[in-house]
């Protein structure tokens, strides 16, 4: 039932709405999920099922991607450009921050990325910072995690492990729905 419910389901599945649906409790509903996660784990089929971004969905197998790219490459998911990418990354890893704070990492105004980022509905508005004026303090979404296929926050790479990334190939990435 709990993979009939997740197959059909267009996006992520709350554990608590999983749990509701089948009429058990969310400790159960859990154990199953865990247990599914394992089976197709282990069945290294071309489907998995994975937690993103505190629910659950099943996702095609990441051994696959590059087969499916080339079949699916005209269905491309909107991308992001290189500096629309640098603001993220920015707001991503140093979050809450201002648009100040951002313009002066960057070293240019990110006001039309923060802009575009919001409409892109990635980041949003978190609060005001306590100092004079109260600027905006800007966050990343819960479409953030999902877009990047992560759980939670701490699922990022490190700042290290991201400055070993080889940017020449970095368009290449971009192009390909990568990023």
Not at 27 to 56: P, S
Not at 71 to 92: G, H, N, P, V, Y
């Amino acid at each position: 039932m709990i993979e009939a419910l997740l197959f059909l389901s267009g996006e992520p599945l709350k554990l608590a709405s999983i749990a509701k649906s089948i009429e058990c409790e969310k400790q159960e509903a859990r154990e199953i999920l865990d247990e599914l996660i394992l089976d197709y784990q282990e069945k290294d089929g071309g489907f998995v099922l994975r937690e993103i971004a505190g629910a659950y969905q099943f996702s095609t197998n990441e051994k696959y991607s590059e087969i499916l790219l080339k079949l699916f490459k005209e269905k491309k998911r909107e991308q992001l450009s290189r500096s629309s990418l640098d603001t993220l990354a920015i707001i991503a890893y140093k979050q809450p921050i201002t648009l100040s704070e951002i313009d002066d990492i960057r070293g240019v105004s990110s006001r039309a990325m923060v802009t575009s980022l919001i409409s892109k509905k990635l980041v949003k508005p978190v609060g005001n910072k306590e100092v004079p004026g109260r600027p905006a303090l800007y966050g990343t979404t819960k479409d953030f995690l999902i877009h990047f296929g992560l759980n939670k926050l701490t699922d990022l790479p490190a700042p290290v492990e991201v400055k070993e990334l080889k940017f020449e190939n970095l368009d290449d990435l971009i192009e390909n729905g990568q990023e």
